[in-house]
């Protein structure tokens, strides 16, 4: 599978993504084949999920006051 930091992604997209936008790999860095740096690459696209956990103590309060 072809790496790419956010920088190259959005090049080679013709997108506009910020670090909100995507997962990056911040603890493990990679060879981008666009630029050829070690860099953070793109994982995956799409905001990081709030956990269920969290989501639900919020209802809860609310739900009880």
Known sequence: ???FCLDCWNKLNHTHLTQE????SHDNWDLC???AQI???VIKLGK???S???ASRRRNKRGAS
């Open 1 to 3: 599978m072809a790496e």
């Open 21 to 24: 936008d995507v997962i990056l």
């Open 33 to 35: 084949e666009g630029c």
């Open 39 to 41: 860099k953070p690459v």
């Open 48 to 50: 990081p999920k709030r």
């Open 52 to 54: 269920k956990r969290k």
